[in-house]
């Protein structure tokens, strides 16, 4: 098979590209530049009104909205409105909208069983909602109707908003993809259903105490359960333990699970709403119960504990998301969750199909779509039903599955892909060990046969090995789609990951470039941007982000590019404000804002971005009167709870921060900010006052990327690596409008097989040197020769895995080049502009389509 090595894939889209460009001109003609923008913002274009009075959906009544927010404060707390505390008024009117949407989907559901339309059931172990409140309003498209109606009984939705918790469902970029793609395909009017699990307890709140990282418990429900309705009635059985014997019933011989232990399944159900759409969809989350509170048999025999038993077990399961990102632990209650909210998933779908078809074309109406590996029990649970449950024999059983499920794969770090214990994993679910025993012996009989029973080609594809469970192999060897998350990604999956099923299955494997949703990241976090542009473009962009591209005709117009950098600033305002309350640091507005939020990874430098900046600071000590604009660094990350070297970096950042900020020789040229509990409701804080993305992780490790797509849109220019979807917003853009450095994925893998030495960049680089020097004699007296010594020699593996030494001078360098951009401040908001004009592509539209038309079979309702 041909190597395609980055250039090549970067010449590959750029062909692409040039074709989409060719088709993007043609329908772009009839914008030319306005000579006049000024007036054009100040005059909203006829086009815009039109689209503003559509967003005010034409159906708000105001005086019924206002009558059924009262009922609801009555029925609820037996008030009336100006009684009632923002509390109260929060949750009544969430439960006000929860009524609409229910009702809208009374519908949608009656259309969609009218049509006998197919389905897709999303299986993620995440989904990073943040807030909803004012999303269902921008979807419905009431907001302005909603406020008005507050403000004449005394209260104001942006108060009201500020008490809904963020539902932390998730980690990072794996889990906001599953909540984005609900909603966009809501918005796209595809029929969908999310799977997931009702943690109790989200991801953890991070308190950052003289530079530690503390977790605190995140009680999301108290605010967030409002959104949920219980559906008891579609309580499922699940069951873990016990053993599997073979009786003769009726004269055929079958399989009996005995002995195991119970656990109920008790589904909530959240809407999901879209944008401009008839469309209500439905996030289904399980949470665990135990079938009987007590054992009252035990209870009378005095065993107390033990009578409760039971009840811990089972609610355990659904207590708490694993905090853990992109690093894979054996641990037995994360396989429980798995199979729990898997087997309920998968029961449920059967179920519900069963009212109106047969399970032979299941495929016909249902896509069951498998999110990372988590889900990956789905594909054996579903074996279990059809062979166990409906008699199927194993190839018409094979062939329903391999028919229905797809996988996407999110990560290719070693040690993310999810191996299960052997023995764990036979325990604790032993039917479904058994049927993946011979998913694995049929599955290895393929592989001899292709590879021509080459033991190894055969051993090192197959699903169990040796002591462990590969999940990510069962996915491939189950699915008929399998795709990565951006064109880089899903070609190193060919290269490297998936190789042989690749060479066996060329026509399995797809791209599917991931997506935002841009509403949220514009209209939500930019109303200011969003308005500007409303009046220059018309609103269209908002239903429809390629048309953002018309803004690429004021990329010249000083009026157009002065008004951004003003809504830049206003942006950068409200974060200073904020800055300035949470951590009692004054920060310049006029500076340039560099940001990186994201989790705290190795893979990601966050180390590079600080060692940057050490050494600025360095230089500036040696000359204050250095000529450079003055900087305000942002981080924002949380870091796996075991993961220490990721806490080290975290106090390092810290540490920065005291050093620099206190310093008045430097005369404030940078700050350095470390913003605490990063969640997505910050990120709508942050990421609109950004000037720079920093998107610098090491080339081939950054799956996709989705931050980098978020600040695209809101007009900052990303400082990145050639990695990722950061190779296809450097093709969008164009390489004037992105600075982009270091080695490429290529170069990286060169380089690691050549032997990398990271002493050498020590000691060939003046300024690297200085830098680490300082780390080992400590920030502000805190040492870190810890970090130094896991660049320089190595201390738990090898030295500096992730190339930041390697990288260093480049990065540098590229950071020099932006801020002699910078001192021409029409220049960089031109780049700011085009960033904006080109990141249509990158909305989540967009990749939902594209999954429905090529790896669901999905039409539109
Ligand atoms: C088992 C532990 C574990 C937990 C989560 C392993 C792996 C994960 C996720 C797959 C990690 C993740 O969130 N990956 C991110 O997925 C995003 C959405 O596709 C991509 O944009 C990011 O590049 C990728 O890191």
Request: hydrophobic share 40%.
């Amino acid at each position: 098979m041909k190597k395609m090595t980055t250039e090549e894939l970067t010449t590959k889209v750029t062909t692409e590209k040039t074709v989409k460009k060719k088709n993007a001109k043609a329908t772009q003609t009839h914008k030319k530049p306005n000579a006049n923008a000024t007036q054009t913002h100040k005059k909203p274009a006829a086009s815009a009104v039109q689209t503003q009075k559509k967003q005010t959906a034409p159906s708000f009544d105001a005086a019924r909205f206002s009558d059924s927010l009262e009922k609801q404060v009555k029925k609820m707390f037996g008030i009336v409105p100006n009684e009632a505390n923002n509390e109260q008024m929060y949750k009544a009117l969430c439960i006000v909208i929860k009524d609409i949407l229910t009702s809208k989907r009374f519908t949608f559901k009656e259309k969609m069983r009218a049509q006998g339309s197919k389905q897709v059931y999303y299986m993620s172990v995440e989904f990073l909602l943040g807030k909803s409140l004012k999303n269902h309003l921008l979807n419905l498209g009431i907001e302005d109707g909603v406020k008005g109606v507050l403000k004449k009984l005394g209260f104001e939705l942006d108060g009201l908003a500020e008490i809904e918790q963020d539902a932390g469902l998730g980690n990072g970029g794996l889990g906001r993809l599953a909540a984005a793609y609900m909603d966009a395909l809501t918005s796209q009017g595809y029929a969908a259903t999310g799977f997931s699990i009702r943690y109790d307890y989200g991801i953890f709140k991070q308190k950052i105490v003289d530079g530690w990282q503390l977790e605190l418990p995140d009680e999301w429900l108290d605010a967030g359960e409002v959104w949920l309705a219980p559906r008891v009635e579609d309580t499922f059985e699940v069951k873990f333990g016990g053993r599997v014997d073979q009786e003769w019933v009726d004269g055929k011989l079958k399989v009996c699970h005995k002995d195991y232990t119970t656990v109920l399944a008790v589904p909530y159900d959240m809407n999901v709403s879209g944008y401009e759409t008839s469309a209500v969809n439905t996030l289904r989350l399980w949470s665990a119960k135990a079938p009987v509170d007590i054992d009252l048999k035990l209870f009378a025999q005095g065993e107390y504990l033990k009578a409760l038993e039971s009840k811990s077990y089972a609610e355990s399961i659904t207590k708490i998301l694993y905090p853990a990102d992109n690093h894979y632990e054996g641990k037995s209650l994360r396989l429980k969750q798995q199979y729990f909210f898997v087997s309920a998933s998968i029961q449920s779908i059967i179920r519900k199909h069963l009212k109106y078809n047969y399970l032979t074309n299941l495929h016909e109406k249902v896509a069951i779509h498998i999110n990372d590996t988590h889900p990956a029990l789905c594909v054996p649970e579903l074996m279990r039903i059809l062979l166990d449950d409906y008699s199927y024999s194993w190839d018409d059983a094979w062939a329903i599955v391999a028919k229905t499920i797809s996988y996407t794969n999110h990560t290719v770090m070693a040690e993310a892909l999810e191996r299960w214990p052997r023995e764990l994993f036979r325990t604790l679910l032993p039917r479904i060990f058994q049927i993946t025993e011979e998913i694995d012996r049929r599955f290895r009989g393929e592989l001899g046969a292709f590879f021509q029973n080459d033991r190894n080609a055969v051993d090192r594809n197959a699903i169990i090995q040796g002591n462990d469970v590969y999940m990510a192999n069962l996915c491939v060897a189950a699915a008929h789609t399998v795709n990565g998350v951006s064109a880089l990604h899903s070609e190193i999956l060919k290269e490297s990951v998936f190789r042989d099923y690749y060479i066996m299955r060329p026509q399995a494997f797809t791209n599917v470039t991931n997506g935002i949703t841009h509403r949220r990241w514009l209209k939500l976090a930019n109303p200011k941007l969003t308005e500007f542009l409303t009046e220059l473009i018309g609103g269209g962009f908002i239903l429809n982000a390629p048309e953002l591209k018309k803004l690429e005709a004021y990329g010249d117009d000083k009026a157009v590019l002065k008004k951004l950098e003003e809504i830049k600033r206003g942006n950068k305002l409200r974060l200073a404000k904020y800055i300035k309350s949470e951590g009692g640091i004054d920060v310049n507005p006029d500076a340039i804002f560099d940001v990186q939020v994201k989790r705290l990874h190795e893979y990601k430098r966050q180390l590079l971005n600080a060692l940057h900046i050490l050494n600025l600071y360095l230089k500036l000590k040696e000359n204050p009167d250095l000529d450079i604009n003055p900087r305000v660094f942002v981080f924002g990350a949380k870091a796996a709870s075991s993961y220490t070297m990721a806490k080290q970096i975290i106090r390092l950042i810290y540490q920065l921060g005291v050093l620099i900020n206190n310093d008045k020789t430097i005369k404030d040229k940078i700050k350095v900010v470390f913003l605490e509990n990063y969640r997505v409701t910050l990120a709508e804080l942050i990421i609109p006052a950004a000037n720079v993305s920093e998107q610098i992780s090491v080339a081939g490790k950054e799956a996709s990327g989705t931050g980098n797509m978020k600040f695209m849109i809101n007009g900052a220019v990303t400082m990145g690596t050639m990695d990722g979807a950061n190779i296809e917003i450097y093709e969008n853009v164009g390489e004037d409008n992105i600075f982009i450095f270091g080695l490429k994925a290529h170069e990286i893998d060169a380089l690691r097989h050549a032997g990398y030495n990271p002493t050498y960049y020590y000691n060939h680089n003046a300024d690297l040197k200085r830098v680490i020097d300082a780390l080992n004699a400590g920030i502000a007296g805190v040492s870190f020769r810890d970090i130094a010594d896991s660049l320089t020699i190595g201390v738990y593996g090898k030295a500096d895995p992730y190339f930041v030494m390697a990288d260093f001078e480049a990065y540098a360098a590229a950071q020099d080049r932006l801020d002699k951009v910078y001192n021409d401040s029409r220049a960089f908001n031109k780049m700011s502009l085009l960033n904006i004009a080109n990141a249509g592509f990158f909305a989540a539209d967009r990749s939902v389509t594209e999954y429905a038309d090529r790896i669901w079979d999905l039409k539109k309702i």
